[in-house]
């Protein structure tokens, strides 16, 4: 069935850095664009980055351009978004999701605080 697991979230001071990871099953993933979301608590489920299929284009929210970098691995049906500089408004669940959008996962929290 179509799936999508993200992970790499955890506990980061300011500054930091992470990397999440999203891999997807189910469907042909190097023929879709994708994303990743993000939802702070008591907040709208927001748009963070999107990759075209081939990975040869990518577009960012105003909030995380110049600190967040979207990428992805075809071969390994993965999607990545690593993350520097990372500020406690970014604590959010991270989500990833295929374009058109499927099914939600998971997520995987990321908390930035010293």
């Known amino acids: 069935q179509v799936q999508l697991v993200e992970s790499g979230g955890g506990l980061v001071q300011p500054g930091g850095s992470l990397r999440l990871s999203c891999t997807a099953s189910g469907f042909t993933f190097r023929a879709y664009g994708m994303s990743w979301y993000r939802q702070a608590p008591g907040k709208e489920r927001e748009l963070v980055a999107s990759i075209t299929n081939t990975g040869r284009s990518t577009g960012y929210g105003d909030s995380v351009k110049g600190r967040f970098t979207i990428s992805r691995d075809n071969a390994k049906n993965t999607v990545y978004l690593q993350m520097n500089s990372l500020d406690p408004e970014d604590t959010a669940m991270y989500y990833c999701?295929?374009?058109?959008?499927?099914?939600w996962g998971q997520g995987t929290q990321v908390t930035v605080s010293s």
């Open positions: 999701n295929r374009i058109p959008r499927i099914d």
